[in-house]
Structures are given as structure tokens and as C-alpha cells.
């Protein structure tokens, strides 16, 4: 058991060090934690992922649509619309743009619903000293406990209160301590930050 725990954190080790070879690591001791999660910056959809178009005071102009193989979405009135490559905020711009020719003064969103594109980049991963070291499905509001209640929580070799979140910020990871005992078992909630797509949770063992 210790023996395959040690690999899995040397695993995740060497990942990161590979991952931040041409970027800085710093550590924030005086993280504050979020109210609102967060997805990735400047998100660039890809076919699967699934977008809701909503045309204020124009209930009959909404729709949920997949984004097809060949990048577009089919919208009413305008029909097809380029999806893929861009952000949502560019999209909904390109359908404010066309609707304009049939409606006045329209106002439009355009929100991702479903990431599918871009699986691996909108994970949560919960490594280390936890019951089950799980690569997850990023969720909105998802917290440090309950990536960590996903994957079963803590074994019985834990270090509980040395806990990190490793996380992709601009052109560096920064590493943020989370104190997972006092959250667990005080119910001590300061370190419960929400979580990010793409953050990796790092559980260490205890040093005997």
C-alpha cells in the first residue's frame, strides 16, 4: 500500500516539475479564498462542446446546441454561425451581428454548458495520500472537500494539514497550502477555496 502511494506521488511529482520546466512555481501562503469559481481564461470552443444561446426578450430564439465537426451551430433566424476556435463572447458578438437584420437592438449570450472538447484541461485530479487517486470532471462551485470526499477521502496515512492545490495561473503554477485536517475534522472552513478546471489537489503522507 505504501509502496504504491509513494509512486503515485512521485508520479505527480515528475509531472509537475515537467509541466512547469519553462514557468515559475510560487507557493502563496496568504491565499484568499474565492467566492465564485472560476473557469479556464479565454476558453476556445471545440466541436462537442455544447453552448446555450439566449436572445433577451426572445424566448423563441433560444436554443442548446452542440458545436458540429464542421466548428459551427445552427441558430434561428440566422441559421449557421462559426463556434469552434473562438470564445463565447466572440461567438455571441457574430450572433448579435446577424440577428441585428431581423430584430432590433438585440442582446445575446452565448454560455458553455458542457465541456467536451477540451476533457483533460478541464479536470480536477485529487492525488496522494487519499482512498482513491481520481481524475474527475471540473464542476462549477466544486471545492477542495469535495474533490476530496470524490475520492473517498483521506487513508490512513495522511498529512492532512499539508495538503496543496497546485494550480495554472498565466505563465507559472502557483501552490497554494490547504489545511485539510482543520477542514475535515474542526470544521474549520478558511482553506475550502473553490476550486479551478485543471487544478491538481496533492494529499503527502505523514512522516514517521
Known amino acids: 500500500m ?12 515528475i509531472y509537475l516539475i515537467t ?7 510560487t507557493v502563496v501562503s496568504d491565499y484568499i479564498p474565492e467566492t465564485v469559481s472560476h473557469s479556464i481564461p479565454d476558453y476556445h470552443i471545440g466541436v462537442d462542446d455544447v453552448l446555450a444561446v439566449n436572445v433577451w426578450r426572445n424566448a423563441d430564439l433560444n436554443v442548446t446546441v452542440p458545436v458540429r465537426p464542421d466548428g459551427k451551430i445552427s441558430v434561428p433566424l440566422v441559421g449557421d454561425v462559426l463556434a469552434g476556435g473562438l ?3 466572440e461567438v455571441s458578438k457574430n450572433i448579435t451581428k446577424k440577428l441585428a437584420k431581423y430584430i432590433r437592438d438585440p442582446q445575446v449570450t452565448v454560455i458553455i454548458t ?4 477540451h476533457e483533460f484541461l478541464t479536470r480536477l485530479r485529487v492525488t496522494g495520500a487519499v482512498r482513491n487517486q481520481i481524475s474527475i470532471k471540473y464542476r462549477q ?8 470526499l470524490s475520492a473517498g477521502g483521506v487513508n490512513d ?12 495561473e498565466n505563465n507559472s503554477t502557483i501552490v497554494i497550502p490547504i489545511y485539510l ?4 475534522f474542526d470544521g474549520e472552513l478558511e482553506t475550502n477555496i473553490m ?11 505523514r512522516l514517521f
Open 114 to 117: 458542457d465541456l467536451r472538447s
Open 141 to 148: 462551485g466544486m471545492t477542495v472537500l469535495d474533490a476530496v
Open 87 to 89: 470564445t463565447s463572447e
Open 19 to 25: 509541466a512547469c520546466s519553462n514557468n515559475d512555481l
Open 195 to 205: 476550486l479551478r478546471a485543471g487544478d491538481i489537489v496533492t494529499v503527502p503522507e
Open 2 to 13: 505504501k509502496f504504491s502511494l509513494h509512486l503515485s506521488f512521485l508520479s505527480v511529482l
Open 181 to 184: 485536517d482543520d477542514i475535515l
Open 157 to 168: 496515512f495522511a498529512a492532512g494539514n499539508r495538503t496543496k492545490v497546485y494550480r495554472k
